[in-house]
Structures are given as C-alpha cells and as structure tokens.
C-alpha cells in the first residue's frame, strides 16, 4: 500500500464528522470517540481532516510544518475513527489505514519527530522501544524454572512483549501467571532474552521496514518453536500478530493466536483452573484498543473498484471489512465476572467504541500533554461508573491510566487483569 | 493573501493564542468540497481555501473576531460541525470561523420542553440529554452529527422524525446573533432578558427576516446561543441497542409499535396520509424511498449489490408497485390500552384505504425504528458515491403528493436508467413525511459520480431543469433548495423574495465582510438580467443536447467561470 492509493478512499469522505463521535451517543459528555480532535480542536486533527491533509500532500498543496505534524502525530492510532466511520460508509474511506500511510509518508520524507527517531533506534539496538539491554528481558522469570522454548519444544508459546517483561511492576502478575499455566498443566515454555518487539509500535509510527524486519524475526522465533498456540501477554503484541504481521505480508503460519485472557477463559472454562472470592469490588473494565477493534484479523486484498448500477462503487473481489467488533472483549469480562464478588459495570463507550487511554500510536513520548489529558478524560468517564476499580488487559494502558490517575488524584485504582486474577485464581 | 502579522495578532487577542492557525496543513482541512453542500466540479480540494482558521469559545471572542475582520478587510465564514462542504470559504481573503468550542448545553428546561444550546451541540449528543428528560429533538438528514443550531439559525434543517418534533425553521426560539458588523443582538423573548422561550418577543422579533425558510448558510453573521423546541419521547431514557455494528437496531420499547404499510396508488396514499395525520397515531410517519432502505439494510455498497443482484431484497426494498407507494410509522403509546387503540385505528385506515401491511422480519424491525427515531443511517443516502444532490424539495399540501411523485420520475428520467449519469435506484427517490404532522414534505436524492464529468453536468442542468418546472408549472410547490444564483433566477416564483433577501443582506452585512457562496451576493451576478431570456432557449426540446454539453463543459470549468469570479 501507499499513500497515493489512499487518494480514492479519501476522495469518499463527505465530511461528515462521524469519525469525530459515537455512532449513536449516550450522553453529550462521552460523546466523542477521537481523542486527537479532542485535544487540537483544529479539523485537521480529526482523522477526516489528516486525510484532507494526505490529500493535499498528494496535490502538492501544502508541505511540512510544525502544526501539520502535530496534527498528523498528536494522535493515538486507536482506530475509534475507522469504527464510527463504517457506520455508514462501510469500506469506502477507512480512515485508520490512510493515517497508516500518511506516518509512513512522513518517515520516507524524513520527517519523523525527534521523540520517535529514539523509539525506532531503540528498537534497532535493543529490540525493545525502552532501550533497556535485551539482556534483561527475562528477567521476571529467574528462577522459575520456565521451558526455553528456542531450545525445548512446547505445545503453548507464552510471547511476554517488550511493556510486561521490562515493567517491574508486570513481573507479579507475569510469574503468577507462569504458576497459573503449570497447575493447569499446560505444556508451556518462553523465548526469554530472544523475544523482542513484534513490530507493531514501529509499524504505528510510521516505519513500515523497521516493523517488517522485527515481525520477521518474531515470526521465525515462534514458528521454528514448533508450538501449536502463541499466547501473548501483551495486547500490542497480540494486535500485531493479528493484524499488523497481515498487512506486512508475515505469516505465522498458521498458529492459533491467544491473548492470555482468552486462554485463561479457555482453561477456567474447561476446568482446568478455578476462580475463588475476592475483596467486593465495583470494577470497570478498559477496553484497549490493541486488544479491541485493532485486533481484528487482517485479510490483505488485491482487486480493483468497480462501477455498477451507474455510479456506484464495489469491491471485485469483495474485501473482508473490519468493524472492530471481532476484538477480544468478552473473555475480560468473562475473566472478571468469574471472581466472586466482583460487580462489573460497563463505561458508556465500550467494546469496539473504547475511548483510549493516550498512551499508544507514540502519543506519549512526542506529546505528554495530550497523552495525559486523553487519559484524564478516560478516569474520569470510569469515575462516572461509580467503579472503585479500573481493570484493563494492556499493560501499557494500564501504566499511563495508573500514572495519570495518581497525578491528578483520582480516587480510582488502576489495576490489570492479571493482578486482578492474581489474588482471585487458584 | 496570508494573513498579516497584525491581524493575526489581533485574532489572538481575541480567542487566545493556540487557537488561531495561519498554517497552510490546517487551513486546507477546512477546503473540502464534498458531501452536502459539495459543488460538482473535479477537483476536491477548493481552489481557495481559508487563510486562517480561529476557535472562539464565546459569544465576546466571536464579536472580537468579527471585529479584527472589519479592521483588517478580511471576510469570515462560520461554521458549526461544518458538514458537508457548505462552510467552505469563496473569497481568497477569507477566515474560517470554526464554533467547536462553544459546545455547551446550557439548559434542558423539561417542563417547557425546550433547550438553550451552542453551536456545536450535535443533535446526538441534545437527543441523548434530551430523552433523559422524557424529551425528544429533531434531528434533520444530515444525521446525528449535525448542529441543531446551525440548522435552526441557517439552513433550511427539515429531517424524518418531523410528524412530532417539527421542523428546525420554526423549532428556533430566542436567539444570539453576531451580526456581520459586529453587533451582539438577541432576538425574540432573550432580546428583552426574559428567556429564550420565544422566536418573536417580547423583545426584536424578527427571526424569519434574517432566515428566510432558506437560511443564510453561515452568509450572515455568527449566531451563537440559541432557544430550542423539545418535544415529548414517550420512550425509554436510554436506547436500548441491538445487533451489531454498524447494523445496530434498537429494542422496540413496550408500547411502541413499527409498521410498514403499502398501497397500490400515490392517490390512496394520499388519503391514508391525511386520516393517519388527522387520527394522530403517527411518532414517526415517514415514506422512504425502496433503495435507501436497501442501503440502510446492508453495510457496505457490496453487501447491497449483492442483495439487489442476487434477488435476495427484502419486501422494503423493493422498488415495484407492489412495494414502493409506502408509509413506514412507528407508533408510541403510554398503556398497553393506548397502543392497542392505535393499533385499531392503523387497521381501519388500511381498511379505508386499500392498504396492507408488509411485514418486516425481526432484525430489519429493529433497525428501521432505530432509523426513524435516531435518524442515524440517512448519511448512507451518499455511501454508493460519495455524492448526492437533490433536484426536488416540495413543501406542500398533501394533494400534490400524486402530482410531485409524477414530477420527479420525470425529472430524473433517463438518468437513472441503466446507462444514466445517475445511481440506478428507486424511480423518484423521494423521502417523505409530514411535518409538524400536517404539510407534506418530499425531497429526492440521489447519486452522482463527481469523477464523471457528464454525471456533474447532469446535476447541473437537473437543477436548472427542476427549478423551471417548479416555477413554469406553478403548482409543485415550494423550493426550498434555490441557493446561490439559483434563488435571483427563479425570484419570480417565491414573489421576487430576493429582492428582499438582498435588501436585508446589504443592511446587515454593510461592509461585505461575509462570502456569499450559497446565500445571496450583495449584488445580482451579471448572468441574472440575461436570465429570462437565456432561459426561454435552454428549455428548448430542441436546444437540449446544446444544453446538456454546456452543462458539462460548466462541470469541468466550473461554474465561476458562467458567475465570474467573487470579489
């Protein structure tokens, strides 16, 4: 793909602002699925106004400057607009894959800022975006005895993810978790210091070569394994392999991608594990958008826009389209309502109309004031609940939710699935 | 031009810095020329876009601008959730005011079934607040992204749910007005502080002076505040969803009750229309046209073809004589016993009037009383190419229905016919309803291909074609749609109101600080005073074909070059 096929897609927009809003809203305060328009109010930041931004790239009408790249960038990649605007207008303008090459454009031209050039040369150095050594990936599981499953063949390949692995605070949960899958007896072994990035905050950021050659890589890791299921532990991780690794041409081969909520519903289900009480709690649940809408599995289409009934448009070959529906949102939930006493209330946008946290797509490193207010707006949606507890899959939301909350004192706590299973599962 | 340093500075002083943008990426956000309001010409991007964009938050920062602009000779244009293309600039020296930040709802006054609401309220959003309160607004066809205010204050904002909640024309109350030369004014009850409860008084009325049925489309002034009409939802607080996305539908509460009703000629549906509204029954009355329910029943342009060539339409999209000569009504009631009266009277209407009811399989129910009550799927109208336009929008006794079903087949005639410039979908594709519950409001639309210039010159000439019949024939009516140039060509048939619209428009807008794109100029163009004779040849059977070429060649020009350019 590139930017210049982008030009019909964008050449569809009827500027219509539903990219800036829930298809159906429930109240004027939650009403708003974009957090970029939220934070630059100007039309350029809505994902309809990058895409006229695109447009007029293509038509030589504008260049590069300060703002344009602030619009372009002051943005989380959360796919919320691509949702709403299937509403109505189905495949034709997706706006989520023209802002895919809209950053790609940017990073060909040599533009990129200066916040994610220190992601990517971390990434290249170390494989993770942290740049902390590859040395301490496995660090969480000294002494854990855990099968090397570049060594050892396993039928499970527990992927950690760069966030996880390098967060001290994630190790409780991760080894809590590795005891979790050997009392259910899961024959199970990680990749440890070989893990590295799958690709997709490199692919958010614009650097579609850099994504390519660490998806590769994770892909030669996991199939040469010879495992049967990948479960991953990190939502962007998981969002990649189902979504990212498609659209860079990588195959898995086959494998059955799990996140490790899925898999822990799968085997709390089958009774292989068994959830006891916990403390009462009014939890809310974040949906991130990794494991959400971004997780759908991507299909790559080649074909061509036909004109039928006059001046219709169609499809030939039809294309699968994405409404962000298929994401991972029920096992959560699922996992959540397993533990006594846990009353789970749900935030006026949920499932595929999650808001976002504002801290993906590079948001975070290039511009902390909106990545801090994004998540503001987010604790404040789930203060609405009445919710004492915010639980989320994502280790990275969680991180930004959980820091942003202590900063403004909030009242909420901010905890991750797996810490909430933690002290609930045996 | 840029702006200069001065009035760049002076815009900031008035919105505060950070919420002005001289930057050429953000100005061209705001040149798009598609969807409602698009002009058909090949280029999407306009020639000219804004040289800056400002983010006013209140009703003084918007005088302030207003007042850097008389300063510095700069025109301004404002808009609110800017859909479609008509906030576009024309002028090369032109702002964009764009009203996002002044989003606030100030009031939902339950007991008086009104709001007082800013420009950037969508109607989603007061639909949401409103039913909280047992209240319901209207929500035009733009959908549920549109500005309540910016159709209430300057467009001619008319949508499907008109039987209960009127029309925007006459839901507007008290209202705030920055007006071209930089006067705050309220008008109607809020001119004399006492509320925002009414359009006319006590205090200045004169509301329909400066809108007209029209509107100004953003061509006069920065309205800023507005008093607002709820009306009754006898419904849940909250919509109760199903299915899933995007073909959400929506549980049909207790009591309420969705029909869909044919005949077998517009003259019987013309008699069931004035018992239906006689009787009262109706929540939402509402005649669809066959291929915009196909559209709203599937999710994308493929899943539709595939419906339409497969045979596999459901009996509501299907444009046959059995099947398209419909009233779709979703009933409301309190009691099981109210709904069960209703009930009785829909049967004995049908039974007066030859009509039957087709039967809707649970889903497609679901989501077409989503539809009626949320308006949300009438966007898909522009989905198979991103590009409509309307050659009919007929305010009127309900007898003219018959006569203005006729009018339309004939107008888009060949063109929606296989090999047309047309999208091949219902015959006249009118959408229909009573508004207010009593007058008939029918509007067509239909699809164009914008990247086929015979298919932009088609529209062209649709108009021009459309607008001399309503005005030659004398008895389809009202258009509503005569915006631009089209209003001083056909002036005659409304008893020249433009003679009037331009008397008010160089009153308030003395300096000429406002682009005049769809509103009227200040001055007639020079094409006006050939008019009546130009259009004695172009109508011409003979002079057609001549015809049609020019209106092509206007499509791939563009029309400045007829106009002439904008000073």
């Not at chain 1, 030589?60 to 691509?82: P, Q, W």
């Not at chain 2, 293309?85 to 764009?98: G, K, M, Q, Y």
């Not at chain 2, 329910?293 to 060539?309: F, I, P, R, W």
């Not at chain 2, 005073?529 to 057609?544: A, E, G, N, S």
């Amino acid at each position: 793909m590139s930017l210049e096929t982008r030009k019909r897609y964008i050449e569809r927009c009827p500027r219509c602002s539903q990219c800036k809003w829930l298809p159906a809203p429930k109240s004027q305060r939650f009403a708003s699925v974009c957090p970029s328009i939220q934070y630059g109010n100007f039309h350029s930041y809505s994902a309809g106004g990058k895409g006229f931004t695109a447009y007029a790239m293509l038509e030589n009408r504008i260049g590069y400057s300060a703002e344009m790249l602030r619009s372009v960038f002051a943005c989380t990649m959360c796919g919320a607009c691509d949702t709403s605007c299937k509403t109505n207008f189905g495949d034709n303008i997706e706006p989520l894959d023209t802002l895919y090459e809209l950053r790609a454009r940017v990073v060909r031209d040599g533009k990129s800022l200066p916040a994610h050039v220190e992601l990517i040369d971390n990434l290249r150095r170390v494989g993770n975006p942290f740049g902390k050594p590859s040395q301490e990936r496995a660090r969480w599981a000294e002494g854990l005895n855990l099968k090397d499953i570049t060594k050892q063949r396993a039928d499970v390949f527990l992927h950690i993810g760069c966030t996880p692995a390098y967060d001290e605070a994630e190790w409780r949960s991760l080894q809590f978790c590795a005891e979790l899958l050997k009392n259910a007896k899961v024959d199970f072994g990680v990749a440890g210091n070989a893990e590295q990035s799958s690709g997709g905050l490199a692919f958010d950021l614009g650097f579609q070569e850099d994504a390519r050659r660490l998806a590769e890589a994770s892909a030669k890791l996991v199939v040469a394994s010879g495992a049967k299921t990948l479960v991953t532990c990190c939502a962007e991780s998981y969002a990649a392999f189902k979504n990212g690794f498609p659209r860079l041409g990588v195959s898995l081969g086959g494998l059955r991608v799990l996140h490790i909520t899925e898999y822990l519903d799968e085997l709390i289900r089958d009774g292989r594990l068994k959830p006891r009480s916990s403390a009462n709690a009014l939890v809310t649940y974040h949906d991130p958008c990794k494991l959400g809408r971004l997780s759908e599995t991507y299909t790559p289409w080649q074909g061509e826009w036909r004109r039928v009934l006059n001046v219709m448009y169609i499809a030939v070959p039809p294309r699968p389209v994405l409404y962000g529906t298929e994401g991972n949102y029920d096992a959560p939930r699922r996992l959540l309502q397993s533990i006594a006493g846990v009353e789970v209330v749900e935030m006026e946008r949920s499932r595929e109309y999650s808001y976002c946290c504002g801290a993906g797509g590079g948001a975070k490193e290039a511009y902390p004031d909106f990545a801090e207010k994004t998540a503001g707006d987010r604790l404040t949606e789930a203060e609405a609940t009445g919710a004492s507890v915010m639980v989320t899959a994502c280790a990275t939301c969680q991180r930004h939710l959980s820091a942003v909350a202590n900063k403004q004192g909030s009242k909420l706590r901010v905890k991750g699935l797996l810490e909430m299973l933690c002290e609930a599962v045996v | 031009m840029p702006l200069t340093a001065e009035a760049l500075r002076d815009l900031e002083s008035a919105v505060g810095k950070g919420n002005v943008s001289d930057d050429s990426s953000t100005c061209m956000s705001y040149a798009w020329n598609a969807g409602l309001g698009g002009m058909p010409k090949p280029n999407r991007l306009a020639v000219v876009p804004p040289i800056g964009v400002v983010l006013p938050a209140n009703t003084e920062q918007v005088q302030g601008v207003v007042k850097a602009c008389l300063k510095h000779g700069i025109k301004f244009k404002p808009h609110s959730t800017g859909y479609g293309s008509l906030a576009t600039v024309a002028s090369p020296n032109a702002i964009s005011v764009d009203l996002r930040r002044m989003n606030r709802i100030h009031e939902i006054d339950e007991r008086n079934q009104m709001a007082v609401i800013e420009p950037y309220v969508t109607a989603g959003q007061l639909q949401a607040e409103a039913m909280k309160s047992g209240l319901n607004c209207h929500i035009v066809g733009a959908g549920l992204t549109h500005s309540p205010l910016a159709s209430a204050t300057a467009c001619f904002g008319i949508g499907i749910s008109g039987t209960t909640t009127g029309n925007n024309v006459r839901n507007l109350l008290g209202l705030e007005w920055v007006t071209p030369n930089g006067e705050i004014l309220n008008i109607g009850s809020s001119g004399s502080g006492s509320g925002w409860f009414s359009g006319e008084g006590p205090g200045p009325g004169f509301r329909g002076m400066i809108r007209g049925i029209t509107g100004t489309m953003g061509e006069l002034g920065i309205f800023t505040k507005i008093g607002y009409k709820l009306y009754p939802w006898p419904g849940p607080k909250k919509l109760e969803t199903m299915g899933k996305h995007p073909q959400l539908g929506m549980r049909i509460p207790e009591h309420f009750r969705l029909y869909h009703l044919a005949w077998q000629s517009w003259e019987d549906v013309t008699k069931a229309s004035y018992e239906i509204n006689q009787s009262g029954v109706a929540y939402v009355l509402v005649r669809i046209p066959p291929n915009s329910y196909g559209m709203a029943l599937s999710a994308t342009n493929n899943d539709y073809y595939d419906l339409l060539s497969q045979g596999r339409l459901p009996d509501i999209a299907k444009d046959d004589d059995q099947h398209r000569m419909t009233w779709t009504m979703l009933t409301a009631a309190s009691s099981a016993a109210e709904a069960r009266y209703k009930e009785r009277v829909v049967k004995g209407i049908l039974a007066n009037t030859n009509g039957r009811e087709i039967a809707l399989s649970p889903d497609h129910e679901g989501l077409v009383a989503y539809f009626l009550v949320t308006s949300i799927y009438i966007p898909r109208v522009l989905r198979p190419s991103s590009a409509m336009s309307t050659s009919f929008g007929v305010l009127e006794s309900f007898s003219k229905l018959p006569e203005v079903m006729k009018a339309g087949e004939v107008c888009l005639g060949e063109d929606i016919k296989p090999g047309g410039m047309f999208m091949q979908g219902s015959r006249e594709e009118f959408w229909s309803w009573p508004s207010e519950g009593r007058h008939l409001w029918t509007e067509n639309a239909f699809s164009y291909d914008v990247n086929i210039p015979e298919s932009r010159g088609a529209v062209l000439r649709m108009a021009l074609e459309h607008d001399d019949m309503v005005q030659t024939k004398g008895s389809l009516g009202v258009e509503v749609f005569a915006l631009g140039p089209l209003a001083d060509f056909f002036s005659s048939a409304s008893s020249n109101a433009t003679l009037w619209m331009r008397k008010v428009k160089q009153r308030f807008d003395g300096h000429n600080a406002q682009d005049a794109q769809f509103f009227i100029s200040r001055e007639a163009p020079w094409i006006t005073k050939y008019w009546p004779f130009l259009r004695r040849v172009l109508f011409l059977r003979i002079f057609r074909p001549v015809f049609k070429r020019m209106m092509t060649h206007f499509a791939i020009v563009g029309l400045q070059a007829l106009m002439g350019k904008r000073k």
